[in-house]
Structures are given as C-alpha cells and as structure tokens.
C-alpha cells in the first residue's frame, strides 16, 4: 500500500472548489448589477451583457474543468486501489457540488440577464 502525501486541507478546498467559484461569481454578478444601475442606461447595455456572459462562461468553464479534474483524479485512484474510504468520499462530494454548482451559476445569472432592475420609478 502506497502513502498519499495529499494535504487533507486542499482535499478539503478542492471539494469546496466549485460552489467558492459560484460564491465569487455570484458576488461580482450581482456588484457589476448595483454599479451599472448608478448609470441607468449601462444595465441593459451591450458591455454589461457581454460582461455578464463571459464571467458566466469563465466560471463554467472553471467549474468544469475542476469537475473533471476530480473524476479523473477518483478514477485514477480508483483503479490503482490507492484511495481511502475518506478521500473517496471527498472526491465523490466534489463532483457532486461541481454539478451543482454548474446549476446555481445558471441559476443565478438568469435574472440579471432577463429580468429588469434598478426600478426607481415611484408609483
């Protein structure tokens, strides 16, 4: 039996990988919102549209690529037999927040792409 010299720390921000890129992308999402709407007409303009997609995609694509990573690090420990019952576990959470995470971006970036904001209209 082989020693993994793997940190249980980074086993640990590895799992967590995923919905931290969501937490970010979330955050600078909704904060590029609330400085476009000081400017009334920079919300549903074309920089901020192409803004939001390509932080969208950047953030898939980061997510993704995480994802597969784990699946191929899990399958790799898989058929070598050097993997623990824990990190097995981790490994298996991972890929399951990744695809989560891939929901919640969606998610979370519909609204501020179809819905309208920064209504200061009063009634």
């Known amino acids: 039996h082989m020693r993994?010299?793997?940190?249980?720390?980074?086993?640990l921000l590895l799992c967590l990988g995923g919905p931290i890129i969501w937490a970010v992308h979330f955050f600078v999402m909704y904060g590029a919102s609330t400085l476009a709407c000081l400017n009334s007409s920079a919300r549903h303009s074309t920089p901020f549209f192409v803004f939001a997609f390509s932080l969208t995609l950047v953030?898939?694509?980061?997510?993704?690529?995480?994802?597969?990573?784990?699946?191929?690090?899990?399958?790799?420990?898989e058929?070598?037999?050097?993997?623990?019952?824990?990190?097995?576990?981790?490994?298996?959470?991972?890929?399951?927040?990744?695809?989560?995470?891939?929901l919640a971006i969606a998610w979370a970036t519909l609204p501020l792409l179809m819905l309208p904001s920064c209504s200061s209209q009063a009634v």
């Not at 993994?4 to 086993?11: A, G, L, Q, R």
């Open 79 to 102: 058929t070598s037999g050097d993997q623990t019952d824990g990190r097995r576990f981790l490994r298996t959470i991972s890929i399951l927040l990744g695809s989560a995470t891939l």
């Open 4 to 11: 993994d010299n793997t940190n249980p720390v980074s086993e």
């Open 59 to 77: 953030a898939i694509f980061a997510v993704l690529g995480l994802t597969a990573w784990q699946v191929a690090r899990a399958s790799h420990r």
